[in-house]
Every structure is written in C-alpha cells, then in structure tokens.
C-alpha cells in the first residue's frame, strides 16, 4: 500500500492509498459522508486479491484529505475534486462511490462519462428523501464521533440541499452512459422511495442489485455480500483479459483500440468548382514519403464535401494547434458557415489556408485509393509552412488533449 496525493479543486489536497499491481484494472473508492477511506478496508483486501488496483480516496474534509478552512464543502467543490483525481490517473477506473460520493460520483460523471471511468458502481446513494428523514439522517452524521481513522469535519454535510441534489441527479442519470450498477440494501428505504425507482429507469446501462438482510449501510452491514456482487460485475465488465477484435466482432471495439493511438488533428480544405471554399475535421493523416514529397488523409465516404474533395486537383492540409479547437468542432458539424467564422486565407495554389494553424500543407491530387467506408486521399506537397513555437492539438480516445512535459 502507498499513500498519494491528488491536486483537488481549488488548491485541495487529497489524499488516497494505492494497492495492487499497477498493471491490473483500476478501481477508484469513493466513500460517504461521515466516513473515511478506512470504511472500504475489507473491499479493498478482496479487490487486490481478484487482481485489481485501488485508489481508496479520502474526501475533503475528511481522513488525510484538507480540511478547508474556508468551510468550501458544496456540492460542486468535491464535484471539482473527483474530476481533478480523474483527470491525474493514468488508466480510467471503475469509480465505486457510497451515499455522498455516490451523489459526487454521478454529478462528476455527467460529462464525459465514457472518457473519465470504465464503469460506476453506486452504494446506498439516496435519490431523495422526505424532510423528516433527511433531517434525521443529517443529526445522526453530526453526532458521529469523529476520531482515529474516522476523523471528518462536521461542516462536510452542513449546507446540503437534498431536494436540490434530487434534482441534479435526475438531470445527470441519462448522461452516465457507462456501465453502471447500483447497490441497496434489500430492507432499506433508499430503494423504494420514488425518486430512487425514476433515476434507475433513467440511467442508460445500469443494472440495480439489492443485498438481503442490508438496510442502509450495506458496505458495512453485508460487505461479503456486497463484494461479491462488485466483483461478478467487474468480470462481467471490466474483465481482466484485454478487449480484443476478431473479423466480425462488435466494430465499436476496434474503434474504441484505434482511439488508443494518439494523433493530432487536421482540417482538410479545397474548392469546388464554383471557387466555394469547403472543409472538414480529420486525424486521419500521415506522411507516406520525403522523396517524392507525399502525404495522405482517409476521408469518410458519407462526408458532404466528400465528393469534392475526390476530384479536386489541390487541396490542404491544416494541422492545429491548440486555440485551434473550435474550428475542429466547427468543421466536424453540420449546418454552418464554416469559413465565415474562421479566419483564412488563398494558398499559392488557391487553396483555403487557416490562418494560425501549427503547419500548412499545400498539395497536389497524386492518387486516390478506395479504403472500405473511406478513401485515401494521397497528395504530392507543394508547399509547407509551418510555426514552431506553437503546440498541437491532440486527439486520444475521443477527447482532445494537449502535451503536458514533465
């Protein structure tokens, strides 16, 4: 086991232990309110032993995480925190989150979900509640000691708005598009409240366990049980073996192993007969040969401009870099006067050059060549320019990304 420390929100600390193999799949532990990362000891033994790696994370305000003396505890600062940890892991885990972090979890999930995680799992997190109850769940966490590996700020849960969280989780359940399980004690009144029953239908890829005799705490109360129920759905998930494509098989796995490649991004331009400019978003793109100069583009058949683009004599070529990245998103819609907002100009060869771009390629039609659902588009380089002190723009597993240098 190994102690780290994540940049939070706001300059927070967070601290959190690692154990397992490196190698293995990452799960990110994520507990409630009043608890500390000590609640997951049992889990996180079970994990290790079925082949995983866990980051048991202290949330702020509690265990070895910052306390802030500002009292920053909302919603939306540990929102940020989760994000931030996310974000410095170098694999996507599958976030197990319990109550509170269950709320963090979702709410922190709800963009760029299938980026950020493999998978979440939601331990006896409550939907909504009636005033009474809530009140009387919050009185019970205030009065918890707060001592030894259970140390926490009673401020944590000071300023939390069930009703407003309600909300905000319904609103988020139909963005988790991930796999996702959520865990409830089979005798608690966590499951059979109504909110609870509208946010599982809402959820795209979920799946909904309870665990007998478990009331509300079903991480402490059954935790054999619930280990259990985690570990068949990680194998069924995230299983250790890696994904792989056959001849045949599910096209959104390869698709997903070609994102594994990083590559930066291009927008390809040309004219069509009429001198109209046109253009489009492709990572795509490589040099074939110095001597004769040659590069090439794979172009989507069902592209507009694809047409164009066939029997155009020249095109180019624009390379991004990073304040570059909405003419990529412009260029990859539909529905807009694309060049109207992108500042450009004539190449020697007429051809539409964006202007900052990191690199500019003029080209010559050399050969095209048929590619399944694309067709490659090879071009003799005419011209080149190009602006060194600028960084690119990347593209790694349907995200844009940029160089970070250690």
Known sequence: MTLVRFQGFGAT???????????DPAILLVHGAGQTRAVWSVVVEGLVQAGRRVINLDLRGHGGSDWPESGAYDLDAHVGDLRAVLAQLGSRPVVVAATLGGWIAALALETDAANLAAGLVLVDMPVGADPETAKRIGERLRQQPSQGDARWDPRAVAHLDIEVVRQRLLRAAPALVLPTQVVRGGIGWVGQAASSIEFDALLPNAEVVEVEDADLLVVTDRTEAFLGRLLDFLERKQPRSAAEFRAGSDARTLRDAMGCFATGVTIVTACDAQGTPIGLTANSFTSVSL????????????????????????????????????????????????????????????????????????CRRHAVHDGGDHFILVGKVVRAAFEPRRDPLLYFRGKYRRLHFT
Do not use: M, Y
């Not at 600390?13 to 190698?23: F, I, N, Q």
């Not at 090439?296 to 694809?306: D, H, Q, S, W, Y």
């Open 13 to 23: 600390s967070l601290e959190a232990e690692v154990s397992g193999d490196e190698h």
């Open 291 to 362: 001597d004769p100069p040659l590069l090439l583009v794979c172009i989507a058949n069902t592209a507009g401009t694809a047409p164009i683009l066939r029997e155009a004599s020249h095109f180019g070529v624009n390379v991004l870099q990073t304040s570059q990245q909405p003419a990529s998103n412009r260029f990859a819609g539909k529905g807009e006067d694309r060049f109207a907002a992108t500042p450009w100009t004539p190449g020697e060869t007429g051809v539409p050059l964006l202007d900052g771009s990191l690199v500019s390629f003029e």
